[in-house]
Each structure stands twice: as C-alpha cells, then as structure tokens.
C-alpha cells in the first residue's frame, strides 16, 4: 500500500501523486508500486525492496542520490489471544527531494506522524523528520519495555499457585520478546552512532541535539531491556522450580489421603472374605457391624491426626 502525505501550515495531508517535499510511505508494497516509486527516485529496486525481508539487518548505505537507514522497529503479535512483542525492519530512504519509508507492515512508529500526533512535524525538513521516526522508535521500544514489565507481574501473580505450564510459558514468550529487542536495539544503536559521525545526512545545530536525545533514548531502552531480561530469565527458572514443588505437595496430600483410606479398605476386605463367621472379631455380637465401623472410622482419625502434625496435609 502506498500513501504519500504532506505537511501544509502545520497539518497534513494526503495528496494523490509526488511532490517535492513529500513522505511517501510504503506498507507492504507491490512489486508494481516498488518499481515504480525506485524509478521516479533513482533509487536501486534491491535497495527499496531491503526492508521488506523480515531478516535484514539494521544499517546505513550512503549513495550519491540517495541514503538508506534500517533501523529495527517493535511490534505486537497476537499468540492465544495474548500480546507478544518481536521487530522488524523498518527503510528510511532520504532523497533530495523527499523521503521514502518502507516497512512490511503499518506500524505505532509511522502510524503517529500519519495521524498529526508529533509536534513540529515537517515533511520538507527531511533530517528533523528522520530523526523524529527514530526519536518515536526508541521511546516506542520503552513503552513497550513497560508493557513486558507489567505482564511479567501479572504472570508472577498466577505462578505462585500454578501447577500447569501455561504461565511459564507466557514466561518464555516475554523472554523471547526482550532477546529480540536487546539484539534489535543494540543494532540501532550502531546506526545511529554512525548516523552522528557521517555527514551523508546534513545536520543543523537544532537537529544534532535530537540526534543526541535519540541515542541516550535508545541506550535507557537497551539498559530497560538487559534489566528485565535478566530479571526474567532468573524468575522463569524459579518459577520452574515453583511449579514442581506445587506439583510434589498435591502428589503428598494424595499419597496420604490414599493411606489413611487404605484402612478401612483393608479392614472391610478382611470381613468379606469367605471364612468362617464363628473365627471373625464382634461376629457373634449384635452390635458387631456397628462397632466394626465405629473402630475403622477411629483408627482412620487417629491416623490423620498423626499425618496432620507432621504437616503432612
């Protein structure tokens, strides 16, 4: 899909065909689109086409008519109606006279600027605006670093009285969502300190301290996401532990259950064996059935009691 968006007075718009001074954003593109907006840039169809492999690298490639920056963005997944975070590439192609974002999917990075909700927000100041997406970027990364945090509690909450595999295995989904946004934002933040030293993209004095917001962003989100995965990391392997201990006090309280129930089993097996009645305890005795109850239901409480001391229910 291809949208190509313009700023006028502060607000924008959608236009129908290239401008100078335009974003044109291209979200899973076709083929037919692709060839098209490369040629009308002079722009390689390899190049254009980078971030569409979900595999691609984060890295910058300067041209003579053109520069490329791909960067990682965050997304969500929906796994078992639950919210699961991975990246994926994401292309800002800066031209002359325009700038080109392609990613295999819309996402909150772009979504922002299309909906007007950055402020002094510019399609014509091209290196602001760049340095605007990737400011969004990394504070994206941070919201999402929250998120993780707050289903991660919500799990440890569930765990504590759990015995089945459901909950750590949510465990592993956010540990695997934060391995990929340390790879990810670590590679970012390559990116972007070769994006400070090159002058390929022109810098003004204003945009050199975004520049710089925009790292100490992407190093607080990359120092958020070492921290909860370490966190994690050492509450999955205790919850592991958890789990089985939970599993180990149900299989107790059974195995003691079955012995104080074994009693009774025992004693109304022996008096229904086919012996003689005359050699059977109380057999002669009119109250015999009675008391045969009475003296099982007595031993089984006995028994009980002395499991329940040692803490064995």
Known sequence: MKQIYKTNDGKISTIDSWEEGCWISLVAPSETELIEIA????????????????????????EDAYTMIIV????IEVHNEKQ??????MSIILTKKTIITVCLE????????????????????????????????????????????????????NMHKSTKNKELIEMLELEKSLMYFTTSLRSNEMV?????????????????????????ENKQAMEMSNIYSGILGGMTDAFASIINNNLNIIMKILATITIVLSIPTMIFSAYGMNLNPQSMPLSQNPHG?????????????IIAFIFFKKKLF
């Not at 990682?72 to 997304?75: F, I």
């Not at 772009?110 to 760049?130: C, G």
């Open 106 to 157: 819309e996402t909150e990075v772009l979504k922002a600027f299309a909906q007007s909700k950055i402020r002094n927000f510019h399609t014509h100041m091209k290196t602001r605006f760049v340095l605007q997406i990737l400011y969004r970027n990394a504070s994206l990364f941070l919201q999402y670093l929250r998120n993780i945090n707050r289903q991660s509690e919500a799990i440890e909450t």
């Open 72 to 75: 990682d963005v965050p997304t």
């Open 39 to 62: 040629q009308q840039n002079g722009i390689e169809t390899d190049d254009i086409r980078a971030a569409l492999d979900d595999e691609e690298r984060s890295r910058i490639q300067i």
């Open 289 to 301: 059935f009675a008391l045969v109850i009475i003296f099982t239901i007595v031993l089984s409480l």
């Open 192 to 216: 972007l300190e070769k994006l400070l030293k090159t002058e390929a993209v022109k810098k003004y004095p204003e945009d050199q301290d975004l520049l710089e917001d925009v790292i100490i």
């Open 84 to 89: 699961y975070y991975v990246t994926i590439p």
